[in-house]
């Protein structure tokens, strides 16, 4: 089992970048591909970015490729979403979780995942 908990969410405006982390606990973190997922109220948890398990290969959602990069360090057993130009629209919560080994690593869907953060609030203003 592994625990995962998220920070570095917050209020930005349209044009601002941030970046968000995401620390793991518990059985061995390298043996996981780590994720981010992101739900706006209303909507479904839908996919953004992926990262193999030993940080070679990276997978977008097609909405944030070229502004956003994920990456990890398994020495510090957590991973990172670095989010620049941020626009209104990727207004959402976001949320790390962790997979041994997703069916699709750029499309995957969220009810492949065992474990999950509590999720971290990005607001992003016109």
């Known amino acids: 089992q592994v625990q995962l908990v998220e920070s570095g969410g917050g209020l930005v405006q349209a044009g601002d970048s941030l970046r968000l982390s995401c620390a793991a606990s518990?059985?061995?973190?390298?043996?996981?591909?780590m994720s981010w997922f992101r739900q706006a109220p209303g909507k479904e948890r839908d996919f953004v970015a992926t990262?193999?398990?030993?940080?070679?290969?990276?997978y977008y959602a097609d909405s944030v490729k070229g502004r956003f990069g994920i990456s990890r360090d398994n020495t510090e057993d957590t991973v990172w979403l670095q989010m620049n130009s941020l626009k209104p629209e990727d207004t959402a919560v976001y949320y790390c979780?962790?997979?041994?080994?997703?069916?699709?690593?750029?499309?995957?869907?969220?009810?492949?995942?065992?474990?999950w953060g509590q999720g971290t609030q990005v607001t992003v203003s016109s």
């Open positions: 990262v193999s398990w030993n940080g070679e290969d990276t």
């Open positions: 518990g059985r061995a973190f390298s043996a996981y591909a």
């Open positions: 979780a962790a997979e041994v080994a997703p069916a699709d690593y750029d499309n995957p869907q969220a009810t492949e995942y065992a474990y």
